[in-house]
């Protein structure tokens, strides 16, 4: 029924982790978190740069940071719920 990928620990002839995996998985945890502290740097200093945009409220400043695929999803996730709203009303 699921296709869950089977981890080492649960199968019975395990014996634990080598060395070398260990600093292997742990080089890779390392990578990995170093790249979202990168793109969370990134993300934040885009706002940053949104601040000294003149004109431009808080509202724009969000919409500044998401990409449009991300504001299509959004509006049409709103649009159903105001969409739904309006329709139980009228009845």
């Known amino acids: 029924m699921s296709d869950r990928k089977a981890l080492p620990h649960e199968k019975e002839d395990w014996k634990g982790y080598t060395l070398d995996e260990l600093r292997y998985l742990r080089a890779y945890t390392m990578a ?29 400043r969000i919409l500044g940071t998401l990409s449009y695929l991300e504001i299509a999803v959004m509006a049409f996730k709103v649009g159903g719920k105001v969409f739904k709203t309006v329709r139980r009303l009228r009845k």
Not at 46 to 53: D, E, G, Q, S
């Open 32 to 60: 990995r978190m170093e790249i979202n502290r990168d793109q969370l740097r990134r993300n934040f200093s885009n706002v940053k740069n949104l601040k000294a945009i003149p004109g431009k409220g808080m509202f724009g």
